[in-house]
């Protein structure tokens, strides 16, 4: 198994363009999420998603959308990019409901620098 | 908001002493925890979690405890070793959303 993989690794964007950060998993997980994490701070959660077909927004959701048409993939759209949207995003996936083991696998991350 | 904060942003330690962590949280509805380790320029990787229903667990030279009352977390580390030097955070969630807010994190040095 590959676990979690985040494509690219790296990317620099000038402000107003556009872009998808790629994230597909192969452990057939229902949970799928994207954080961003800046210097010194911790990870915020950006959308998540429960399962094909469901997403919703999490803490800092602005200038980012998301979509999963298959268990496997959820890709992060930057519509516009704008420098306070460099930071290092992670990906994430886990299985979902109680009884279960909700660890999360983390993706390596990908560094994306808006100029 | 909601948040999950950390007391200490850097703890030195000596080798093969015990590392403590803490960690407080605000959300009263969160029912799920966890604890990440992370190294330089790698993703958080899983260490341990505890659900609501427990104030203990234990893994592998790893306890994490839980108080509800005082919405504070700690993750405990024995025999510290210089592999265990990383950035540490806690996160909860509650289990019906699963938004996982995260702290800080702690950085942990250990010292030869």
């Known amino acids: 198994n590959a676990g979690v993989t985040q494509t690219p690794k790296f990317q620099v964007l000038k402000t107003g363009q556009s872009m998808t950060l790629q994230c597909a998993q192969d452990?057939?997980?229902?949970?799928m999420s994207w954080y961003r994490q800046d210097p010194g701070m911790g990870l915020r959660l950006i959308h998540y998603?429960?399962?094909?077909?469901?997403?919703d927004q999490g803490e800092v959701p602005n200038g980012y959308n998301v979509s999963r048409s298959t268990t496997e993939d959820f890709p992060l759209r930057l519509l516009s990019a704008a420098p306070s949207q460099t930071s290092v995003y992670f990906c994430?996936?886990?299985?979902?409901?109680?009884?279960?083991?909700?660890?999360?696998?983390f993706g390596p991350g990908t560094r994306l620098t808006v100029l | 908001g909601e948040s999950v904060g950390l007391h200490l942003p850097t703890l030195s330690v000596q080798e093969g002493d015990n590392s403590i962590i803490n960690c407080a949280y605000s959300?009263?509805?969160?029912?799920?925890f966890i604890w990440y380790k992370q190294e330089s320029g790698k993703g958080p990787q899983f260490i341990i979690d505890?659900?609501?229903?427990?104030d203990k667990r234990q893994g592998q030279r790893v306890t994490v405890l839980l108080n509800k009352t005082v919405k504070h977390l700690s993750l405990q580390i024995a025999a510290t070793q210089p592999g265990d030097s990383a950035v540490y955070f806690c996160?909860?969630?509650?289990?019906?959303?699963?938004?996982?807010?995260f702290g800080t994190g702690t950085r942990l040095k250990v010292l030869a």
């Open positions: 994430a996936s886990s299985s979902y409901g109680q009884g279960l083991s909700n660890e999360q696998f």
């Open positions: 959300n009263s509805a969160s029912d799920y």
């Open positions: 505890i659900r609501s229903n427990m």
């Open positions: 452990m057939n997980h229902e949970y």
């Open positions: 998603s429960v399962g094909a077909g469901i997403t």
């Open positions: 996160a909860d969630a509650f289990s019906g959303t699963y938004k996982y807010i």
